[in-house]
């Protein structure tokens, strides 16, 4: 019989070939191996011990300056076709892609020890989880690639059951083929490649999460996105969480935001002091990325395929996420973030001295922030107070609503719900936001990020559109639609929505929608809060300004339609049909009379 694992041991000795390391280690995925890594990257000064007393089981990683956050203009999208990887990725073709990358993996590791990390995206028990191998040289992605996945022994045994034919004979296997290597960090030569004909990721000369930990971004949203198409379901940047309401339902909210705008904190979300008393809860399923499919009742069921989350540091705070901070006190490893003088991890918006700045030279304002904007914790999910068993459960959870957002200053409402499916996905489609530090390049900058997908969507966006539409069709229940903008800012600059535990009030306005409890007030743009219909006791709000928060500006939204209208020219000739006419509905009704305005 042919050996065991046919297809990953003979890409295991490719690689080897090429990359020539000086030993070759499989990993298991369990907690000896663990320990054994962090010495080595202790010894190495890959890691650096933090305050065991105050952070048990807590490290420090220090990237190189030049290598702190994701690069999308080296990201590529290898279609052997140009068409189909869209405007919204760059595409290099498949030939040239892999010479260019494989001569820089010739020889890469020499001297070095290579991981191969089997890994699982999901609950192994579930249908909807999808299998990597990560083929790395880098100790420091092996750790936190036990973080955020299911990595090991179980993972290799279910990619060893998916490889084998049902009549003993062994496939090619199904699983997703990840090759990086840290190379020189030289952001010259750096590239992060797709291939998803080819089930394969190629990335070289970063360490850093989203180019690096092969699991995250690549698979489970490029790679993941172009197999959801062709099998018919959704692979997006959202987070899951559930809410539990007094009246003893339980409602899943799957909601994308782009990096760095606040999906950890709304997905650990503490309630106002009031709706705790009146037995609302909420629990975490997930964090950043959610896989969902139509189950038999029509309903569209999400799993997190992620075991981890990888959270943006600075900004995380007592007031902002208490359950984020209790979640990272033991056993997480922080990459670029600031040191106190009794070595306690440190950035902005916590209590307490920076004394070493997040390149380890001692802090001086003048040099910048003390902790890097994108500086970041890792930390397996199960440690957060609010974690949810729900997110082991093998065929997922039932949405029942989607929420799309983004940092709009101006202009988009706290709120509001779109008429209907094909709306939902206009009002996905449009969404903007303004640029973090999350993706190298300007921040604060206005983009359009459709669905919180333009830097993780693996083919063309067009085309990406026709396939969230087509989810509306006979016997389907799927989920309303919202938008929401808690970053909306007054004159005065500041934010006129308080945030962070108060968001559940708006989500609350949403489960009522959903239960079919309340009206709501119909504009051209959706369906807004009628008046009274958000609760507000115990909130310290002016009028005015939530009146500002809830209005529809008809004439900046007449500019904001023909705005959307441009940017969808952008997927032309592949804009479905079906969304021009959205958009051309929703700036027709904009044109009509003002007395559709949502005034409160
Ligand atoms: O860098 S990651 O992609 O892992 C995090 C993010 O940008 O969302
Ligand atoms: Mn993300």
């Given at each position: 019989m042919a050996s065991r694992l046919d297809a990953l041991t003979s890409w295991v000795t490719e690689v080897a070939a090429l990359t020539r390391p000086a030993n070759i280690h499989w990993c298991d995925g369990s907690d000896a191996e663990y320990a054994a890594l962090v010495q080595r990257m202790l010894q190495s000064g890959d890691l650096i011990e933090l305050n065991q007393q105050t952070h048990p089981g807590c490290y420090l990683h220090r990237s190189d300056p030049a290598d702190v956050a994701r690069v999308e203009h080296l990201t590529f999208v290898c279609h052997p076709q140009r068409e189909d990887t869209g405007p919204n990725n760059h595409w290099m073709a498949p030939d040239e892609a892999h010479a260019k990358i494989d001569a820089l993996f010739d020889g890469c590791m020499a001297g070095r020890t290579m991981y191969v990390v089997p890994y699982c995206m999901g609950p192994v028990d579930s249908p909807l989880a999808r299998c990597g191998v990560e083929i790395t040289d880098s100790p420091y992605v092996v750790a936190n690639m036990r973080i955020m996945t299911r990595m090991g022994a179980a993972a290799l045994a279910r990619i060893e059951r998916e490889g084998l034919?049902?009549?003993?004979a062994h496939s090619n296997g199904t699983f997703v083929k990840g090759l990086h290597s840290t190379g020189e960090l030289d952001p010259e030569r750096r590239y992060i490649m797709h291939f998803p004909d080819e089930l394969t990721i190629k990335s070289y000369g970063s360490g850093y999460g989203g180019n690096a930990l092969l699991g995250k971004k690549c698979h489970a949203l490029r790679i993941a996105s172009n197999q959801a198409r062709s099998e018919g379901w959704l692979a997006e940047h959202m987070l899951i969480m559930g809410i539990d309401t007094p009246w003893g339902e339980t409602h899943y909210i799957a909601a994308a935001f782009p990096s760095a705008c606040g999906k950890t904190n709304l997905s650990m979300l503490i309630p106002p002091e009031s709706y705790q008393r009146d037995g609302w809860k909420v629990r975490t399923i997930g964090d950043d990325i959610c896989w969902m499919r139509p189950g038999q009742d029509g309903r569209l069921w999400a799993i997190n395929p992620e075991a981890g989350f990888f959270g943006v540091a600075p900004g995380t705070s007592s007031n902002s996420n208490p359950n984020a901070l209790q979640t990272i006190a033991r056993d997480t490893i922080y990459t670029n973030v600031a040191l106190t003088a009794d070595n306690q991890p440190w950035w902005e918006g916590l209590p307490g001295t920076p004394v070493i700045d997040w390149q380890g030279r001692p802090y001086d304002p003048a040099n910048g922030?003390?902790?890097?904007?994108?500086s970041r914790f890792t930390v397996s999910a199960r440690q957060c107070p609010t974690w949810s068993q729900e997110a082991e459960a093998a065929q997922g959870v039932p949405i029942s609503a989607i929420v799309f957002g983004g940092r709009r200053p101006s202009l988009v409402p706290l709120v509001f719900e779109a008429h209907h499916w094909s709306h939902g996905v206009l009002v996905g489609a449009a969404m903007g936001s303004e640029t973090t530090a999350a993706a190298t390049g300007a921040v604060g900058v206005m983009r359009r990020d459709s669905m919180a997908m333009k830097?993780?969507?693996?083919?063309?966006y067009g085309d990406y559109f026709a396939h969230w539409l087509s989810f509306d069709r006979a016997g389907a229940r799927l989920p309303k639609v919202f938008h929401v903008n808690w970053f909306r800012k007054g004159r005065d600059g500041k934010f006129l929505w308080p945030g962070f535990g108060d968001n559940l009030r708006v989500l609350e306005w949403m489960i009522a929608r959903v239960e079919g409890r309340l009206d709501g007030v119909r504009t051209p743009i959706g369906i807004l809060p009628g008046p009274a219909e958000l609760k507000l006791d115990g909130l310290d709000i002016e009028r005015r300004h939530l009146d500002e928060l809830l209005a529809v500006d008809h004439t900046g939204w007449q500019t904001e339609l023909a705005a959307i209208g441009e940017y969808l020219d952008t997927c032309l000739p592949r804009l479905p049909e079906r969304l021009r006419k959205e958009q051309q509905r929703v700036a027709e009704a904009l044109g009509?009379?003002?007395?559709a305005d949502a005034t409160t």
């Amino acid at each position: 019989m042919a050996s065991r694992l046919d297809a990953l041991t003979s890409w295991v000795t490719e690689v080897a070939a090429l990359t020539r390391p000086a030993n070759i280690h499989w990993c298991d995925g369990s907690d000896a191996e663990y320990a054994a890594l962090v010495q080595r990257m202790l010894q190495s000064g890959d890691l650096i011990e933090l305050n065991q007393q105050t952070h048990p089981g807590c490290y420090l990683h220090r990237s190189d300056p030049a290598d702190v956050a994701r690069v999308e203009h080296l990201t590529f999208v290898c279609h052997p076709q140009r068409e189909d990887t869209g405007p919204n990725n760059h595409w290099m073709a498949p030939d040239e892609a892999h010479a260019k990358i494989d001569a820089l993996f010739d020889g890469c590791m020499a001297g070095r020890t290579m991981y191969v990390v089997p890994y699982c995206m999901g609950p192994v028990d579930s249908p909807l989880a999808r299998c990597g191998v990560e083929i790395t040289d880098s100790p420091y992605v092996v750790a936190n690639m036990r973080i955020m996945t299911r990595m090991g022994a179980a993972a290799l045994a279910r990619i060893e059951r998916e490889g084998l034919l049902s009549n003993g004979a062994h496939s090619n296997g199904t699983f997703v083929k990840g090759l990086h290597s840290t190379g020189e960090l030289d952001p010259e030569r750096r590239y992060i490649m797709h291939f998803p004909d080819e089930l394969t990721i190629k990335s070289y000369g970063s360490g850093y999460g989203g180019n690096a930990l092969l699991g995250k971004k690549c698979h489970a949203l490029r790679i993941a996105s172009n197999q959801a198409r062709s099998e018919g379901w959704l692979a997006e940047h959202m987070l899951i969480m559930g809410i539990d309401t007094p009246w003893g339902e339980t409602h899943y909210i799957a909601a994308a935001f782009p990096s760095a705008c606040g999906k950890t904190n709304l997905s650990m979300l503490i309630p106002p002091e009031s709706y705790q008393r009146d037995g609302w809860k909420v629990r975490t399923i997930g964090d950043d990325i959610c896989w969902m499919r139509p189950g038999q009742d029509g309903r569209l069921w999400a799993i997190n395929p992620e075991a981890g989350f990888f959270g943006v540091a600075p900004g995380t705070s007592s007031n902002s996420n208490p359950n984020a901070l209790q979640t990272i006190a033991r056993d997480t490893i922080y990459t670029n973030v600031a040191l106190t003088a009794d070595n306690q991890p440190w950035w902005e918006g916590l209590p307490g001295t920076p004394v070493i700045d997040w390149q380890g030279r001692p802090y001086d304002p003048a040099n910048g922030p003390a902790a890097h904007p994108n500086s970041r914790f890792t930390v397996s999910a199960r440690q957060c107070p609010t974690w949810s068993q729900e997110a082991e459960a093998a065929q997922g959870v039932p949405i029942s609503a989607i929420v799309f957002g983004g940092r709009r200053p101006s202009l988009v409402p706290l709120v509001f719900e779109a008429h209907h499916w094909s709306h939902g996905v206009l009002v996905g489609a449009a969404m903007g936001s303004e640029t973090t530090a999350a993706a190298t390049g300007a921040v604060g900058v206005m983009r359009r990020d459709s669905m919180a997908m333009k830097p993780f969507c693996g083919y063309h966006y067009g085309d990406y559109f026709a396939h969230w539409l087509s989810f509306d069709r006979a016997g389907a229940r799927l989920p309303k639609v919202f938008h929401v903008n808690w970053f909306r800012k007054g004159r005065d600059g500041k934010f006129l929505w308080p945030g962070f535990g108060d968001n559940l009030r708006v989500l609350e306005w949403m489960i009522a929608r959903v239960e079919g409890r309340l009206d709501g007030v119909r504009t051209p743009i959706g369906i807004l809060p009628g008046p009274a219909e958000l609760k507000l006791d115990g909130l310290d709000i002016e009028r005015r300004h939530l009146d500002e928060l809830l209005a529809v500006d008809h004439t900046g939204w007449q500019t904001e339609l023909a705005a959307i209208g441009e940017y969808l020219d952008t997927c032309l000739p592949r804009l479905p049909e079906r969304l021009r006419k959205e958009q051309q509905r929703v700036a027709e009704a904009l044109g009509q009379p003002r007395q559709a305005d949502a005034t409160t």
